[in-house]
C-alpha cells in the first residue's frame, strides 16, 4: 500500500499526518500531501538521453505580430508561436483593453486563425460593449466568462486557437485545489498547467496578472521564472499616457518599451515621442526643453520655472516632479557660478506632464529655466539642452548621447545644447547645430545676452 506523507510547502519538513501547524518553521496551513509513488518511480528510470551541446539544433523561432507595433516592438517583433507571455500592471491601467486590440489586430491580420479570449472579471456582455467601444466586431475572437480551469482548458482543446488570452490568473481556480483563488499556490498551479497545455500545442498565451496600488506585487511576481516573458503596463506622468516595459524576455532584449495614450476611443500608440509630451509650442521666460531615455525610447519633457520675488526673507523652493535637494544643489550653484542671487527669490519648478524625472541630464534645463525666469527672457527656437551641472558650475555630458540623438534626428529636432564634453564626437557623427558650453555662466551671454 501506498504510505501518504505530507510536506511542509514552506520548509520541506516530512510529517505522516496532516498538520495544521508546522513545528519546524512555525507556518500555518502549509502542509500538502505528497505521494510516496514519485521516490519508487525515479528507481526505475535506468537511462536518461543526455544531448551535446554542439548535436543540438536550434529550433527555429515563429513569430505572430498582433498588429500594434508598439506592442510587438516589445515582444521582440511579435508573440513567439507556444511562448507564454505575462502581462502584469495596477487595476484600471488598461490590460484588457490593450489585449482585445491586440486580439482584434491579430485576427485580421491572420486569416483562419482565433484567438481565445477567457476573462473571469468581465461577462461576455461586458466585454462585448467593451468591443463596440473599441470599434471590434471580429469573427474569429471568441470569449468566455469562466473561472474554472479545467472548462478552461476544454474551450481551449475545442477551440485551438492561434492565441489563448487569460483574463486574469488571479481569478482562475483549479476547483481541486484548497487554497482561495489568486493565491500563490492557485496562481503558480494554473501557470505551470497553462505552460504544459499550451506548449505542446504550440498556441500562445498571455495571461493577465494585476498587481495591487501600493506596488506589492506578491501575485505575478512569483511567476516570473515560469514564463517566457514578463511585461509591465504602467501610466506615465499624469496624463492618459501609459508605458509598456518588458521585464524579462527570452526571445529578445527588455531595453524596449512602447508608449500608448488612453483615449476614449482606446489605446493610441505614440509613435511620435517628442509631439505627445509637449503640448504647447509656445515659448515663454521660465519654459526649456529636454528629453530622458526610457528604454530605446526618447520622451521630450518640458521644464518649467518660476522665479518670483518673495517680500519676507524665506524664499521657497517648491519641485513638481524632480527632487528638492537637486533644486537646493542647483540653485547653491547658480548663486555662486551665475553671480546672481536668489535669496530674495521663490523658486517653482514643474516638470510638465506630471512626470517624476531623477536623470541628471535635465539639470542644464532647469538651470536654463531658471535664468530664462529670473531674466524674463524667453529662450527662442525649439533648443533641447541636455547637460548634468556639477558642483563647480561645469557642464557635464550625458551619458547615452548617441542614442538620443539618433532618435533627434529621426524627429527632426536640429538644435541642441550640450556640455563641451560631447562636443567634437557629436558634431562628426551628426547633422546638428550644436551649441557647447563649458560652465554655467556661458549660459548667460548666449542666450540671455548678458
Ligand atoms: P481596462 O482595460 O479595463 O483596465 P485593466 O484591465 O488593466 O483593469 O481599462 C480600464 C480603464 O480604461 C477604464 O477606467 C476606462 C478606460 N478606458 C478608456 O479610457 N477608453 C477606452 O476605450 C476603454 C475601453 C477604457
Ligand atoms: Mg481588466
Known sequence: MEKIKFECSNCLYLVPKWLGHCIKCNSWNSFIETNSKYSKKSKTIKKIDLKNLSEVGNESIYRICTGIGELDRVLGGGIVQGSLTLIGGQPGVGKSTLLLEAAAKLVRLNENKRVLYISGEESEGQISLRAKRLNICEENIYLLNENDWEKIKLAIDQLR?????????????????????????????????ILNYCKDKK?????????????????????????????????????????????????????????????EEGLIEISDTSKSFIKSTI?????????????????????????????????????????????????????????????????????????????KEIDLAIVASILSSYFKITVEGEKVFLGEVGLSGEIRGASFLDSILKDLEILNYKDLVIGIENKDELRQKFNFKISALEKINDLKEKFFNL
Request: proline residues 3%; glycine residues 8%.
Open 203 to 263: 498556441i500562445s498565451s498571455i495571461i493577465v496578472g494585476h498587481i495591487t496600488k501600493d506596488g506589492s506585487i506578491s501575485g505575478p511576481k512569483v511567476l516570473e521564472h515560469m514564463v517566457d516573458t514578463v511585461l509591465y503596463f504602467e501610466g506615465l506622468g499624469e496624463h492618459n499616457h501609459r508605458i509598456l516595459k518588458s521585464i524579462k524576455n527570452r526571445f529578445g532584449n527588455t531595453f524596449e518599451v512602447g508608449l500608448f495614450e488612453m483615449e
Open 283 to 359: 515659448n515663454g521666460p521660465g519654459r526649456t526643453r529636454t528629453c530622458i531615455l526610457e528604454g530605446r525610447r526618447v520622451l521630450f519633457l518640458e521644464i518649467q520655472a518660476l522665479v518670483n520675488e518673495n517680500k519676507f526673507s524665506n524664499p521657497k523652493r517648491i519641485t513638481q516632479g524632480i527632487d528638492n535637494s537637486r533644486l537646493s544643489m542647483l540653485i547653491a550653484i547658480i548663486e555662486k557660478y551665475a553671480g546672481i542671487s536668489l535669496i530674495n527669490q521663490d523658486v517653482y519648478i514643474n516638470v510638465v506632464g506630471g512626470f517624476k524625472v531623477d536623470n
Open 161 to 193: 486557437p492561434i492565441v489563448f488570452i487569460l483574463d486574469s490568473i488571479q481569478t482562475t481556480v483549479i476547483k481541486d485545489m484548497s487554497a482561495s483563488p489568486g493565491s500563490v499556490s492557485q496562481i503558480k498551479e494554473i501557470t505551470y498547467e
